[in-house]
């Protein structure tokens, strides 16, 4: 596949667009506090490499019950997820390139072939963020592009870019690379390297959707999700309001319990001493790391 542009032509590119972006200071909507449309802002995750398969059973009957979004998984895990989740409006999201990024096209494309064989239906793909890094903007567009392209539309496509790893010229380099590979999301972490999503550059990337899909001639608008972190109610708010469509956690369960306890208390969110004395130990599953 023949490149759209030079390394030095893309970097003119992120400039103009890093030049015009304006961050509102207004927050976002948030969908009503334990409603339908809340639920589904849920990616419910477990990308643990030692789990067993009784726990994607656990996962998938968790989001059935709560109506989360879609859960979470390995390449390993889809068959089983799918299978799990048939039935339900709950759909199957699969990693790839996971956790580095730095594998070959070659892979990553028989990876996305095997998930979407196996019942996936949304692929996170992690960016090659060294080579983003480094300017090597030709080669990134070039692996998005062929992803996209053998992976046609419904599959949703998310790029992870690592935020712990770049910095916010970087952040807008990578929105600028997904929307031209013409991607559906763009994602703050993978939850295994360095701190997750942070408020300010999930605000960063809703800017640089809202700016880019301004200049797409068919309007079409990329979302972000926020993922790494996000384990309580007051979190998951504070990643809607700041522009997030959608919330990768693996504490969906807690986030729903404190949902419906913010339903029954008429609208007053938990105070946060009370909330951290009631939380479940590491190892439920109502709560635990990725």
């Known amino acids: ?92 999201a699969c990693v790839v390139g996971f956790h580095e990024g730095t594998h070959d096209l070659y892979y990553k494309l028989k990876e996305a072939r095997k998930a979407i064989r196996a019942g996936a ?27 996209r392209l053998q992976v ?48 300010e550059n999930v605000r960063l990337m809703a800017a640089c959707c809202e700016r880019l899909a301004a200049g797409n001639p068919n309007g079409k608008r990329m979302k972000v999700k926020a993922s790494g972190g996000i384990r309580t109610l007051e979190d998951a708010v504070k990643m809607l309001e700041a522009g997030a469509s959608r919330l990768g956690t693996s504490g969906g369960v807690w986030i729903a319990k404190e949902a419906r306890e913010h339903v029954a208390q008429n609208g007053s969110l938990i105070a946060p001493t009370d909330r951290h004395s009631r939380r479940p130990g590491l190892q439920t599953r109502l709560f635990t790391s990725y």
């Open 121 to 147: 239906t949304e692929l996170d793909v992690v960016i090659n963020y060294p080579e983003l890094k480094a300017g090597e903007y030709e080669s990134v567009y070039t692996e998005l592009s062929t992803l």
């Open 1 to 92: 596949m023949t490149n759209r542009y030079t390394n030095e032509e893309w970097a003119q590119i992120i400039e103009k667009t890093k030049q015009d972006l304006v961050v509102p200071p207004e927050p976002y909507s948030c969908p009503e506090i334990g409603s339908p449309a809340f639920m589904k802002t849920i990616d419910h995750t477990l990308l643990k490499l030692d789990m067993k398969a009784v726990q994607i059973d656990e996962l998938c009957a968790e989001a059935r019950v709560d109506r989360f979004g879609a859960v979470c998984v390995r390449a390993k895990d889809v068959q089983k997820s799918a299978a799990d989740l048939r039935g339900s409006d709950v759909e199957v």
């Open 152 to 199: 046609q539309h419904p599959v949703l496509l998310k790029l992870i870019l690592e935020t712990s790893q770049l910095n916010s010229s970087e952040i807008i380099a990578g929105c600028v690379m997904a929307a031209a590979a013409n991607f559906d999301f763009v994602k703050t972490s993978t939850g295994f390297n360095g701190p997750g999503a942070t408020t």
